[in-house]
């Protein structure tokens, strides 16, 4: 599975848009880019996954670039509660894909 | 949708016991789950994957005979930490594809052992 690089931190401003970068050069045809995030002491939660195409649901938005090498998970309006690690995987879905987490970026929220 | 719970949430015991923790997908089918380990500050492990029927898939430097796992159905999976130390003291987390549509791995809250 390809590796992920993400900065180890940032900080956004509460209500303002958040923009997570990562980069997944080495990332092969057959494999999604997925986005968790970690609230201290809980289980991952799912944001959103994507091949290609950009990806909107009610949480974030996926931008992918058209080479695939590197992606931004965008919050458009931060909250206090969105301070949490975040984590991009690059996985193959329904073939038993493996998650391998690497140390993903800490966001942290400020009023 | 796609909830995944596990249970216990905390447990704590003597070294030398063992736990049993269960991790299962409320209201959806799972034929591949996955059990992952964190330590303070560091990121999550995964220890092994588990297919509904079949014996699990350890990573490389988890002892199977020290974390037994049982997938008996499409919607639960158990992992039983065996003489436990106090190194093994960690949160456990699971996870469960859900496949068609949903198309990806939701994970359980988490369970934090404490071994004594």
């Known amino acids: 599975d390809a590796k992920t690089t993400q900065p180890t931190s940032m900080d956004c401003a509460e209500g303002r848009a958040a923009n997570l970068p990562c980069n997944h050069s080495?990332?092969?045809?057959?494999?999604?880019v997925y986005w968790y995030r970690q609230i201290h002491s809980q289980g991952p939660q799912y944001i959103i996954h994507g091949l290609k195409n950009n990806e909107t649901n009610e949480m974030a938005s996926l931008i992918i670039t058209e080479d695939r090498k590197s992606s931004t998970l965008i919050l458009p309006h931060a909250t206090l509660r969105d301070t949490a690690v975040y984590y991009c995987i690059v996985s193959r879905p329904r073939e038993g894909g493996k998650l391998i987490f690497g140390q993903g970026t800490e966001l942290s929220v400020k009023p | 949708g796609a909830v995944v719970s596990q249970h216990p949430s905390w447990v704590i015991c003597k070294s030398g016991t063992s736990v049993k923790i269960e991790c299962r997908s409320l209201d959806f089918q799972a034929t591949t789950m996955f059990w992952y380990r964190q330590f303070p500050k560091q990121s999550l492990m995964l220890m092994a994957t588990?297919?509904?029927?079949?014996?699990?898939?350890?990573e490389q430097g988890v002892e199977k005979d020290k974390f037994l796992i049982n997938h008996a159905s499409l919607t639960l999976s158990t992992l039983t930490v065996t003489s436990a130390h106090p190194e093994d003291s960690s949160f456990y987390i699971c996870?469960?594809?859900?496949?068609?549509?949903?198309?990806?791995?939701?994970f359980g809250p988490g369970t934090r052992l404490t071994v004594l």
């Open positions: 588990s297919n509904e029927g079949s014996k699990a898939t350890y």
């Open positions: 996870s469960a594809e859900a496949g068609g549509s949903l198309d990806t791995q939701y």
């Open positions: 080495t990332i092969s045809g057959n494999e999604y």
